[in-house]
């Protein structure tokens, strides 16, 4: 079954392990003797309810959540959070701070603005967000309802390796293209929300993991569906959830846990980015984007500098098998994403990949 398969480098929605798909596939028509698929099921039914249960549960163990913490399963993506966090969030004093370090967190920080008055603390426009800023350079703003900030841009292929020290300003962090790809103390964190579909599961589920106080202050104007009180309070079931990306959340976290949890992943994690970034420093055309201490473990942003030269390359790696290696056009160039899911040795396939092509042009 997994023979054709290529190794698929894209931001998302992105590879996920071949054996959480052959799992869903053997499932798809009777799931566990029901007789029927998750996806035809009620999401009131006893079976889907163990599945919507065990799945969070999961969750928790695998990222040590605190009790005090609820875990939604939602839609409407990350960029529903952009609204959905000021609303709930910003009413405390009328004011947040947003660090500004690529293109997500830029709408962010635009969709904020709506709701109240809000701090640019950080941001790393002025190199074409290569970086991430030291703690030295955060301009924080004591009065804060919170302090959004996302942890590993996408787009430009740089992540925080630090978190960010705020007093007593509640942290919220868009983790959408690093979420298990590396340990996390919850407990820093007021919010953290990500959508599934870069490290988790297929596109539709957006998981949000708050700290209790923090709900109920949503502004009057709060539509239902984008209330964290209300969502909590039908344990993520005011309308009908994403069933089915739910389902695969779980089979995604049966596999992170037999690789050994979060700890197992960043082993992954440095083994694939050590790889990919040596190749690149090592090659006589590449260069990365993003500059050193500021790069993704998670998506490795490069460029040989001639335009053309760039298009040759991803087409020759596509069809050699790697695929969706083009890059974003903000930064142009090309992007790997080596998300949990992507083999190492798709990693070590790719930079001989990189080696042979350096060495011919
Ligand atoms: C992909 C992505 C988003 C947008 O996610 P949607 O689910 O498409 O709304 C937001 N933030 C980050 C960091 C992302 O990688």
Redesign the pocket.
Known sequence: MGEQRVYNFAP?PSTLPLSVLERAGAEITNYRGTGMSVMEMSHRSRGFLQIFEEAQEKLRRLMHIPDNYKILFLQT????QFSMVPLNLIGRTGRADYAVTGN?SNTACQEARKYGKVNLAATSEDRNHSYIPAQDRLKLDPQASYFHY?A?N?IYGTEWQYVPQTGRVPLVC?M??NILSRPVDVSQYGLIYA?A??NMAPAGL?VVIIREDLAGHALPSTPLIMDYQRMIEKDSMFNTPPCWCVYMLGLNLDWVEEQGGVEGMEKLRQQRSRLLYDTLDGSRLFHCHAEEGSRSGMNVTFRTGCEELDAKFVAEAAAAGFVNLKGHRKTGGMRASIYNAMPVEGVVRLCDFIRAFDKNN
Not at 77 to 80: N, P
């Open positions: 998302g993506g990350a960029s529903g997500f996302c590993n996408t868009d959408s293209s959508g579909q870069k957006t």
